[in-house]
């Protein structure tokens, strides 16, 4: 805030002059020097992309044990900075704990590569993802702060989770011997990071670093949410493979039922409004995975669902006062109905009068959804 605004402040009568006084105080001992702090950003980025140009020109010169020492140092000395400082840099600077963190995953998941170029191997990528989270997901788990970390820990178990399924299969879904466990197998996999969603509640409320558990709640919470809606789409346009679709119901009721317990997990590990809230809609994306399998190769109860769906998701948001949460429910029910109508109209959009029509019809829509969302919308933003 500049001395210019809170001195035009105090002229037009906003605040009296002892206010003015402690402003003018408090920004001066809080100022940041924004133009030396981009002198010195800029002069470390020269340095650093210095280092990386000398270091990539003698790449292949450089022994492969020397750089994988190298790296594992570098790892070892940030840990290390964590283990001893961690306290003091939290309290003097909290996003700088966050950098750290960050940056330490990043280096250790960046040596599983180095690794694999050093000593000329290679393995289904799923298998350094799983060691991966296994030595330093605790890390972003103890110390994480923010969004960055949680995206970090939940993306990490969904990719994971998706290249174990690619590996197994790739994504072909011929039937084979055993094919009924194979699928019950995948299906839990691929749903387990939605388990983030109660241990995140459970730790919400205990927690000294609440908005990091807040985000890996919402980022799991949205992953069930787009889990459910996918299979609604897939099955709208026949995804769910006849041949295989009995086999394929042990996968996803695998998936609807981790989706039912973290949905009920968070329900009981946070009984705020908020939390029940939160816990319900995860419980409706468990159901609705199931019932989307058996209106496969049918659009409108395909579109039914995942509209169902995303009402749910809208009556939630409103009675837990998540404006932003409802007007995104509002606008996604608008956007599938107007694809809905190009599905079942596909004939008429042959013509100029099927056009015209489906135009008019985008509009309406697009104008029920902004009524909608402007008088029915939380008044203010509630914490999700």
Not at 120 to 127: A, G, K, N
Not at 140 to 156: D, F, H, I, K, Q
Not at 176 to 184: H, K, T, V
Request: contains cysteine; glycine residues 10%; aromatic residues 10%.
């Amino acid at each position: 805030m500049s001395a210019r605004k809170i001195a035009q402040w105090h002229d037009a009568g906003l605040i009296d002059a002892a206010t003015r006084d402690r402003l003018l105080a408090y920004e001066t001992a809080h100022a940041r020097p924004l133009v030396l702090w981009a002198i010195s950003g800029i002069g470390a980025l020269a340095i650093g992309l210095g280092l990386v140009s000398v270091i990539a020109a003698n790449w292949e010169d450089i022994p492969g044990l020397l750089r994988l020492a190298v790296h594992l140092a570098l790892i070892a000395g940030m840990l290390g900075v964590l283990w001893w400082r961690e306290a003091r840099l939290a309290e003097d600077s909290p996003w700088s704990v966050e950098a750290l963190v960050f940056v330490t995953a990043a280096l250790g998941l960046t040596f599983f590569g180095h690794l694999g170029q050093v000593y000329q191997t290679s393995s289904p990528l799923w298998q350094p993802l799983a060691v991966w989270l296994a030595l330093f997901a605790p890390l972003l788990l103890l110390m994480g702060r923010s969004w960055p970390t949680a995206l970090a820990v939940l993306g990490g178990a969904v990719w994971c989770a998706w290249e174990y399924v690619d590996a197994v299969t790739g994504y072909n879904v011929t039937p084979e011997p055993d094919f009924d466990s194979l699928m019950m197998r995948l299906g839990f996999i691929t749903a387990l990071p939605v388990m983030f969603a109660p241990l995140a509640a459970l730790c919400r409320e205990r927690s000294a670093r609440a908005d990091f558990w807040r985000r890996l709640e919402q980022l799991a919470l949205a992953y069930a949410v787009a889990g459910a809606s996918f299979a609604c789409a897939f099955a709208s346009g026949g995804g769910f493979v006849k041949e295989v679709l009995v086999s394929a119901w042990w996968g996803i009721a695998a998936c609807s039922a981790v989706a039912l317990v973290a949905g009920f997990g968070v329900l009981f590990a946070r009984r705020s409004l908020s939390g029940r809230m939160a816990g319900a809609i995860i419980v409706g994306s468990g159901v609705v995975l199931p019932l989307a399998a058996t209106v496969n190769e049918l659009p409108a109860p395909a579109a039914l669902l995942f509209m169902a769906l995303w009402a749910g998701i809208a009556a939630a948001a409103l009675v837990a006062q998540w404006r932003g949460v409802f007007q995104l429910a509002v606008g996604v029910i608008a956007l599938r109905l107007i694809i809905l109508s190009f599905e079942l109209a596909a004939d008429l959009l042959t013509s100029g009068f099927g056009l015209i029509l489906s135009g008019v019809m985008i509009l309406g829509v697009a104008w029920v959804a902004v009524r909608v969302s402007k008088r029915f919308a939380p008044s203010g933003e509630a914490e999700a």
